[in-house]
């Protein structure tokens, strides 16, 4: 069982930047076997994918964050981040951190809240 602890949310102003952070603490070594990733979900809309970082380091980005958002993983600390610079106010969403070796062993966190707004 891979258990998931988001942090790193909060109001923020557009164009201001944000960090999320997502520990995997009773992971141990297993960890590095994982695909991490970053979804979002904002009111009345389905969840999407935001980045995802592959066990061998590769990423993807969703089209609306390229240039914008960094995700990085530390196999050392069983952490996965989200730098997010630029943030706009279609950025609010509730985020949720992933990990996925396959559809039988696919985890979710509990979701952390971003609200961009002046």
């Known amino acids: 069982q891979v258990r998931l602890v988001e942090s790193g949310g909060g109001l923020v102003q557009p164009g201001g930047s944000l960090r999320l952070s997502c520990a995997c603490p009773?992971?141990?070594?297993?960890?590095?076997?994982?695909?991490m990733g970053w979804y979002r979900q904002a009111p009345g809309k389905q969840r999407e994918l935001v980045a995802r970082?592959?066990?061998?380091?590769?990423?993807n980005y969703a089209d609306s964050v390229k240039g914008r958002f960094t995700i990085s993983r530390d196999n050392t600390k069983n952490a996965v981040y989200l730098q997010m610079n630029s943030l706009r106010p279609e950025d609010t969403a509730v985020y949720y951190c992933?990990?996925?070796?396959?559809?039988?062993?696919?985890?979710w966190g509990q979701g952390t809240q971003v609200t961009v707004s002046s």
């Open positions: 009773a992971s141990g070594p297993i960890f590095i076997i994982y695909h």
């Open positions: 970082i592959s066990n061998d380091r590769s990423t």
């Open positions: 992933n990990a996925y070796r396959s559809p039988m062993d696919d985890y």
